[in-house]
């Protein structure tokens, strides 16, 4: 099975990093969504949409489009894990169902954050998909430790 897993420390407290997953505001700046909806609790909607990009790809097509799952387990300050996750590219097939979860704990300099996006289907398009968001997810991940760090938001 071929998934995105990645673990890192911010030097924040985990509800600053948990919350980061859930505000309008720092999903723009660490995500880079021009709009969300993302109610956390269980059975709360997570919908973020991208513009599209100029850039297409062979298989993919153009990048952006939405990513909608719904919420199923929520732990404010800790954790959330996001179901039936399907991301919508700005033209063509959807790819899902997904999985999304992030859990946080305190480390000795502030939180140890995981993130893992999981769900796969063996064909050329589901592995391009990975190829294409784990460098999406490096760089995103990296925004948000920054903002977190260094108060962008601020």
């Known amino acids: ?3 995105f897993s990645r673990t890192l420390v911010i030097i924040a407290t985990p509800a600053a990093v948990i919350d980061a997953f859930f505000d309008q505001r720092a999903l723009a700046i660490w995500w880079g969504v021009k709009r969300s909806l993302c109610v956390p609790r269980p059975l709360g909607s997570y919908a973020v949409e991208w513009d599209p990009t100029e850039w297409k790809d062979d298989l993919l ?22 179901a039936d996750a399907y991301w919508l590219p700005p033209e063509g097939d959807p790819v899902g169902p997904m999985a999304l979860e992030a859990t946080c704990s305190r480390h000795a300099w502030g939180a140890e954050l995981h993130v893992r996006q999981s769900g796969f289907e063996e064909s050329p398009r589901w592995r391009r998909y990975y190829e294409v968001i784990t ?6 991940l ?4 920054d903002l977190l760090e260094k108060g962008a938001a601020r």
């Open 142 to 145: 990296s925004a948000l430790k």
């Open 1 to 3: 099975m071929i998934e």
């Open 135 to 140: 460098p999406g997810w490096e760089t995103a």
């Open 61 to 82: 097509g153009r990048l952006g489009g939405a990513l909608h799952g719904t919420v199923v387990e929520y732990k404010a300050g800790r954790e959330f894990f996001l």
